[in-house]
């Protein structure tokens, strides 16, 4: 089981041009670009932005336009058509989403239809995840139960999605894969590698957290100073569809082995910036534990908020701090 950390989701229909019925392709490419070079785009609607590069290539329907498109904005599209799950289930455990392209149209037992793109995000044994720009599809009976909304990580079972993506018979499956070719811009500065207390604080304070030495304390304490992850690139024990692990946690009183799932990340950057976002910032209503006063005090709400059971979490990341800090 994987889940890659796309945040972002350009949703197709709420395009400010004339191709938004249309754009699917472009919508999809413009979220992976996203991923791999967070700089390239800026703005909820940077897919239309993306869209003009393809435009100055071809129509967006069309593979080489979005290939060519990919590649001024530093990424290395790869379109083919001889897909298999494997090789789509290969990609994501390398880190990497993967537009694909299905018939939307028509019951599962005879799809048809000019054909739709989508991002795969994610998969487990039952189901791929993808974020379908146009909405959440009726995986057997075709068309969409929403437009414009559910699509979001959304679940299509593979029993019945495989056969919308591989019509002509088994791999035959219409993909493209995706590579950055160059390096970000955005922070210059920022480190090539994190593997140590100064270069994890770096990338923290970039990510957007207010006391960057709390992050820096949590990797030390969670992965041993990067020595011991608990899912792929994962330095923090955080949860979710991923690799499956034992774990402590302190419960009624006593320590407690339990059976989890921890997230897989392409990279400790991704990882740093996904709790920054959910724990260091506002989030879908919690209040984000950069509202703290103090680097003790951040420690602190992070036991308060539930992020850790350990009921001397804070203490052990105040003493690192002052440890290494």
Partial sequence: MVMLPVRQYYPQTDSATGHGDRM???????????????????GVNADDTYL?????YGDTTTSIA???????????????????????????????PVATGILHKGPVSAPRGGG????????????GIF??????????????????????????????WLRRWEVEAPGT??????????????????????????????????????????????WALESGYGKHFSGKNNAFGLKGTGTQATTKEFHKGQWVT???????????????????????KDYKGFKGINRAVNRSECAQLLVKEKYATDPDYATKLIKLMEQND
């Fill in 173 to 218: 499956g219409w993909y493209m894969t995706f590579r950055s070719n160059k390096t970000s811009t955005a922070n210059p500065t920022k480190p090539a590698s994190i593997n140590d207390w100064q270069s994890v604080k770096a990338v923290a304070a970039e990510c957007g957290a207010k006391y960057p030495e709390v992050v820096a304390a949590q």
């Fill in 24 to 42: 699917c392709f472009s919508s999809t490419c413009a979220m992976a670009i996203k991923y791999l070079l967070p700089d390239a785009l800026s």
């Fill in 258 to 280: 339990i059976n989890t799932s921890f997230i897989d990340f392409p990279d400790l950057r991704a990882c740093i910036q996904y709790l920054v976002d959910r724990w260091y």
């Fill in 66 to 96: 979005q290939v060519k498109a990919c590649n001024d904005y530093g990424v290395k599209a790869g379109f083919a058509t001889n897909g298999t799950k494997d090789k789509l289930l290969a990609e994501l455990s390398a880190g990497y």
């Fill in 52 to 56: 003009k590069k393809v435009l100055k």
């Fill in 131 to 160: 974020h379908d720009p146009y909405g959440e599809m009726d995986n057997i009976n075709g068309g969409y139960v929403r437009i414009g909304s559910g699509g979001e990580a959304v679940k299509y079972s593979w029993r019945n």
């Fill in 116 to 127: 739709h793109w989508m991002l795969l995000v994610g998969a487990d044994a039952e189901y």
